[in-house]
């Protein structure tokens, strides 16, 4: 068992579970908490935490089932409330081991040997304290002898209240799997869906979307009420997964290399999935400052 770890700044503080999928349990701005704080109360799982890592693919494969390079792959649903869907990769539901930590910083690793993900990889993650800013990287190798299909997100819960604003820029927006209804923003504005202008990121219906075409930066406006966070995310993440539940404190805005639902399309490059050599790796790097 790898025991809990704490890193901090002179105003930032992050907890992170390397035991429970590389997750965060806390992050912290003077004090405030600006991801959702982990309530272990409900299980001790990544999905009852503050982020943590998308990979080796972000959101769903459509019953598990999909093809690549010409060759068809099966993998067994793995969310625990029964959606048939393969959901957010595997390094959430494994242990992740230490590699280095200093006060500020921590690097994580996970090794994934083929077997419920038909491709062995070797995955990184970093965080780092710097100033008033979260830095997040994520990394894979690809360690076996074929090309394999990945992508990489994060899946940060923000804390919100009545009065937080989320502002950023994207073409369409659609539900996993859902693209052939896709809402052009361009042409709703002030559809619920459309951020491009600043609003509340609760609306009166659920939304899980995905939006493509994202720019890269967010700003959320009150975030705990008390501050203000731009995310910047590098140029391999321009995907972006939100999903904000009805009558929940919390909302996710998820930067990610592929929209959702790349895994089950034709177009699976020109959707952000990524064909991975054999010894190559691959890296996105996410980083979340608290402006004010």
């Known amino acids: 068992m790898t025991a809990s770890i704490s890193i901090h700044n002179e105003f930032l503080e992050l907890g992170i579970e390397p035991e429970i999928g590389g997750a965060i349990s806390y992050f912290r ?58 959901i957010h990769g595997n390094g959430w539901q494994n242990e992740w081991l230490v590699q280095l930590q200093t006060k500020s910083s921590c690097e994580l690793a996970f090794t994934s040997k083929e077997g419920w993900w038909p491709w062995s990889y070797e995955a990184r993650a970093k965080f780092e304290l710097v ?64 951020f491009r202008n600043v609003r509340s990121p609760k609306q009166s219906q659920l939304i899980d979307h995905n939006y493509d075409d994202w720019d890269g930066i967010a700003y959320i406006k009150g975030c705990n009420g ?45 959707k952000g999935g990524i064909a991975l050599e054999a010894g190559k790796q691959v890296s996105a790097t996410c980083t979340i400052e608290v402006c004010t």
């Open 131 to 194: 100033d008033r800013k979260l830095i997040m990287s994520l990394g894979v190798r690809n360690t076996g002898d074929e090309t394999m299909p990945v992508g990489l997100g994060f899946h940060p819960y923000f804390v919100c209240s009545e009065d937080t604003r989320l502002l950023f820029n994207a073409s369409k927006a659609y539900l996993p799997f859902g693209e052939a209804d896709a809402v052009e923003l361009s042409s709703n504005e002030g559809h619920f869906l459309d």
């Open 226 to 270: 008390k501050h203000d966070i731009e995310i910047k995310a590098d140029q391999n993440m321009r995907c972006a997964m939100m999903y904000s539940p009805v009558g929940e404190d919390y909302f996710c805005f998820e930067p990610t290399t592929h929209s959702a639902g790349a895994f089950n399309k034709k177009e699976f490059l020109a």
């Open 29 to 86: 701005a003077g004090g405030s908490d600006v991801f959702r704080p982990m309530n272990f109360e409900h299980g001790f799982a990544a999905i009852n935490s503050g982020s943590f890592p998308l990979i080796p693919f972000s959101n769903r494969i459509l019953n598990g089932e999909f093809r690549f390079e010409g060759k068809s792959y099966s993998i067994p649903a793995n969310w625990p409330e029964g959606d048939e869907n393969a």
